[in-house]
C-alpha cells in the first residue's frame, strides 16, 4: 500500500510538473508572439477596462493569439498592477510582452494644447473646440456658468488662464484641462504678487494682472514691458489715461476688422482707455509670466510716451513733442512690412499707434 501510495504520489508530482511546464511553455509563447499589425496603430483602453478584456478583444480583432494563457499570467504575475486607461500606441514587430509593459508603465499617448500669450477668451475656447481628442463639454456653458464651476461665480473669465502648452490624454474633459490653466495662473499670479516692487498703484493681484494684459498686447520685446509698465504706472499717478489701442481693439470685439480709427477712439466702451481714467474693468488678453512681472516691478524713468517704430519695438519719449516727433518718422511713413509688435503667432491685423 505505501509503495502504491508513493507510485501514485509521484506520478501526481510528474503529472503536476509537466502541467506546469506546459503552462509555462504557453504563457511564454504567447507572451513572445509579434502583434499581428500590418501598421502602426492606437489601441483606446477606456476607464474601467481590465487587462482580461482588453486581451479577449485584441484576440477578437486577431492582433494576438493565446489570451486565455495571457489572462492567467497578468493574474498570477502582475495582480498588483493597475491598467491605465488611455491610446497605446502600437507598432509593428512589438511582442505582446512589449504590449503588455506599456501597459504596466502606464505610456499613453499624450496630445498637447497650447494657449498664446495675447489671445483672448474667445480665442481660447475656439482652440479648446478644435481638440477632437478631448471630451467636449465647455460648448454647454455659458462663461458665468464656467467660472461658477470653477469657483469663481461672477468673476468675467478674460485673462483668468495661464498661457502654455498643456499635456493630456483622449478621453479627458476640456474643462479639465481649462481648470488646469485656470490655478497655473492663480499660481504664478500668486508668486508674482508676493515679490512685488514697493508703492506700485494696485490695490489686489488683480488690478496688477489688468496691467499686465495691456503689457502683453503691446510688446513681446522682453526689455521692452518693464518701460512700458513704467509708461503706464507714470501716466496713473499724474491722472493721465492710458490711451493704449489695444484696450479700443478690445472693447469693439468682433467689430474689429484690422484697423482702428479716430471715431473708435472717441467711441465710449468701458475699455476704451481714450475716454475712460484708469484701467479697464477686466484683462483684455492672456497674460504670460514675463508681463506679471513687468507690471509688477516697472522701469523707472521719466517717459510718458511710446510709438511703434514698424520692426516690433517702440520709441520711448519723456514729452509730447518728443513723441510727436517719433509718430511722424514712424507712422507717417509706413513700411509695407510695417509691424506694431513682433511677428504673432497667427496672422494680426495691423494697429495705429499710441
Request: proline share 6%; aromatic share 10%; glycine share 8%.
Amino acid at each position: 500500500m505505501i509503495r502504491k501510495f508513493l507510485l501514485l504520489l509521484e506520478c501526481a508530482v510528474l503529472v503536476a510538473g509537466l502541467l506546469v511546464a506546459f503552462a509555462a511553455w504557453q504563457q511564454h509563447s504567447a507572451l513572445q508572439q509579434p502583434l499581428a499589425l500590418p501598421a502602426e496603430r492606437l489601441v483606446d483602453v477606456p476607464k474601467g477596462s481590465t487587462p482580461g478584456g482588453m486581451l479577449n478583444q485584441l484576440e477578437a480583432e486577431g492582433v494576438l493569439d493565446k489570451a486565455f494563457w495571457l489572462r492567467l499570467y497578468w493574474r498570477f504575475n502582475l495582480k498588483d498592477e493597475s491598467l491605465h486607461s488611455g491610446e497605446y500606441r502600437l507598432q509593428p514587430g512589438m511582442t505582446v510582452r512589449d504590449m503588455l509593459q506599456l501597459w504596466r508603465d502606464g505610456e499613453v499617448v499624450q496630445y498637447s494644447l497650447t494657449l498664446v500669450e495675447g489671445w483672448n477668451f474667445r480665442q481660447v475656447r475656439s482652440a479648446f473646440a478644435k481638440q477632437t481628442e478631448l471630451k467636449a463639454t465647455l460648448g454647454e456653458l455659458s462663461d458665468a456658468e464656467l467660472m461658477e464651476r470653477l469657483g469663481e461665480p461672477g468673476v468675467n473669465p478674460e485673462g483668468r488662464f495661464f498661457p502654455d502648452t498643456y499635456q493630456f490624454v483622449r478621453g479627458m474633459s476640456d474643462f479639465e484641462l481649462l481648470k488646469q490653466a485656470h490655478t497655473r495662473l492663480q499660481k504664478v499670479l500668486d508668486e508674482e504678487w508676493q515679490q512685488r516692487a514697493a508703492d506700485l498703484p494696485y490695490k489686489t493681484p488683480y488690478e496688477a494682472l489688468i496691467m499686465a494684459s495691456m503689457i502683453e498686447k503691446e510688446t513681446g520685446v522682453p526689455h521692452e514691458r518693464e518701460q512700458i509698465a513704467g509708461v503706464f504706472i507714470r501716466r496713473l499717478a499724474i491722472g493721465m489715461r492710458l490711451q493704449t489701442d489695444p484696450t479700443v481693439i478690445y472693447g469693439m470685439g468682433e467689430r474689429y476688422k484690422g484697423r482702428i480709427t479716430r471715431a473708435d477712439l472717441r467711441e465710449p466702451t468701458p475699455y476704451n482707455t481714450y475716454q475712460i481714467d484708469g484701467m479697464p474693468p477686466t484683462p483684455i488678453a492672456l497674460v504670460g509670466r514675463e508681463a506679471i512681472h513687468a507690471a509688477l516691478h516697472p522701469a523707472e524713468g521719466k517717459s510718458l510716451y511710446f510709438v511703434a517704430r514698424g520692426d516690433g519695438s517702440h520709441v520711448f519719449s519723456n514729452s509730447l513733442n518728443a513723441h510727436n516727433k517719433a509718430v511722424r518718422e514712424y507712422q507717417l511713413k509706413r513700411r509695407a512690412d510695417y509691424r506694431s509688435s513682433p511677428a504673432p503667432s497667427e496672422p494680426e491685423p495691423q494697429k495705429d499707434s499710441q
